[in-house]
């Protein structure tokens, strides 16, 4: 660094007699209040010593700032590496006078005093280790606090994405929801195929009512939760089961007509046969559904208006069928 953000204070203090010895060689140059004497990574090749006045430097980046005031030397690197590039902003806080040094005027320094400009190269030099071994510290402590920040992030999103999903799954059977449905209709609506080749499902308890009056709201809640695991036997990783509300399912498959009813078949006689245990209180009732083979023109209203007409011809005729809507 070329400033002495960082440095000891007396190490970029000039004695009395370095003052004099560089005013002999310098150039005086006056500053008003204000004024700017160089800007952050600007090309310098001098530096500054304040004989009069405090001058501010800005560093920038979060990295606190510092004011020097008279005898107080800075942009030292300019004069030791020719076109150094200004690690900070200098502003004149009041009027000052300022001696600025070339590299002409440090090769006359050597030539006339060698032994003191020999001392205040080596009390430059240390001082630029200082703030280097500062600014590494420094880059070392912002690394830890934005690792920890990064940390942080990651369990919050992990948490947000937990609650998410939470929001998008039915609390009693782990299905999708309505809410899980609306994102996985808009997660497929993005994509190129859409849902071109899905069948869609509406799968309905028959009396279900029935059941919940003759044995209670619990066991209805086991029955929905068995009618659950036959559709999570299904699905594949492009496919969603849901549960619409009450005990009103949906299942969303890429199939082909053939393939649709015989999943359809299957999600009705693996119920038929689960009611045939005899157990009792029933685990489950006998299932209708209404399948249709989704128009990827269309939207989730018409579809859902398809298949349930094909669901109501089923529970029309007494449930635990299939029916197809064209």
Known sequence: MDSGHGAGQGVAVLSEAECALFARCGSVRPFAAGAEVFARGARGASMFVVMQGMVALDFGDDIPGKRLGPREFFGELGLLIDGHARSATATA??????????GQDLQALIDSEPATVSRFMHRAIMRVVSNEQDLIRRLRGRNAELQTALDNLRVTAHRLNESEELNRTDELTGLGNRRGLAAFLERMGDDEGGLHGYGLMLV???????????????????????????????????????????????????????????????????????????????????????????????????????????????????????????
């Open 204 to 326: 309905d308890c028959d009396r279900f009512k029935a059941v919940n009056d003759a044995y209670g709201h619990l066991n209805g809640d086991r029955v929905l939760q068995s009618v659950a695991n036959i559709l999570r036997s299904l699905p594949g990783q492009q496919d969603f089961a849901c549960r619409l509300g009450g005990d009103e399912f949906c299942l969303i498959m890429r199939a082909t007509p053939e393939d649709l009813l015989r999943y359809a078949d299957f999600i009705v006689g693996t119920a038929q046969s689960l009611l045939m245990t005899q157990h009792s209180p029933p685990l489950i009732t006998t299932l209708s559904v209404g399948a249709y083979l989704v128009d990827p023109h269309g939207d989730w209203n018409d579809w859902y208006a398809r298949a349930d007409a094909a669901l109501y011809r089923a529970k029309r005729v007494g449930g635990n069928r299939v029916e197809w809507q064209d």
């Open 93 to 102: 806080i009041e009027d000052c006078v300022l001696l600025e040094l070339k």
